[in-house]
């Protein structure tokens, strides 16, 4: 069985117990659902409302509001950035070096590489999700501020891949590199030292 072969294996196994455990949480716990549902659903009208009258607000200074809203949103996308990069490389960490479920993967006639793969993409989307949900009220409120047509979300939902990928693919190779080639005494210095430059 080729590696490809086997990572496609272990997604399909996953997608099975992920779904059999959301149709059993479902439907043992109906109002926790729910009440995580109504929350999702407020949360997003909410941000929608505060990004809209936060661009409404900013479009109206003279002569830099459309600069500044650019601006903004830059830095924002920027900080989502790095919030996704650093939930991902904890992840990633804890899926690798932490977990039971991959020292007993390790046991079973399975590639390493595909193991270590399999995790890293693991780490990512579970890292990644939560990014729908803050983002998408923003873009949504984007959207509507500048009047643009609706190849706009498939424009952004196709540029959200690449950041993704960008952003929990170096976290997790930076991770890895610091595992391999690190010790602790040279983290704990490295630690002082960007401390003191600080």
């Known amino acids: 069985m080729s590696e490809f072969e086997q990572l496609r294996l272990l997604c399909k196994v996953h997608v099975k117990i992920l779904r059999h455990r959301l149709v059993a949480h479902v439907s043992r716990s109906r109002l926790m659902s729910a009440t995580i549902g109504l929350f999702l659903i407020l949360y997003s009208i909410t941000a929608y409302v505060i990004f809209s009258r936060g661009l409404k607000y ?14 903004i949103i830059h830095l924002i996308f ?23 479920e991959t020292s007993w993967m390790l ?39 500048r009047d643009v047509g ?16 960008l952003s ?7 991770l890895l590199i610091t595992v391999r080639w ?13 401390a003191l430059i600080g």
């Open 168 to 174: 929990t693919g170096l976290s997790i190779t930076l």
């Open 78 to 100: 920027f900080c989502f950035f790095l919030m996704l990069a650093f939930s991902a490389g904890v992840s990633s960490y804890i899926a690798l070096f932490r977990s039971k």
């Open 107 to 145: 046991t079973l006639p399975i590639s390493h590489r595909v193991v270590c793969l399999w995790k890293c993409l693991e780490a990512s989307l579970f890292s990644s999700w939560g990014l729908l949900f803050i983002t998408a009220p923003l873009l949504i409120a984007i959207a509507r501020h």
């Open 150 to 165: 609706f190849d706009f979300y498939l424009k952004t939902a196709s540029a959200m891949i690449p950041f993704v990928i």
């Open 58 to 71: 900013i479009s109206t200074l003279p002569a830099a509001g459309d600069l500044l809203t650019d601006r």
């Open 182 to 194: 690190f010790r602790r005494s040279h983290l704990i210095y490295a630690t002082i030292i960007i």
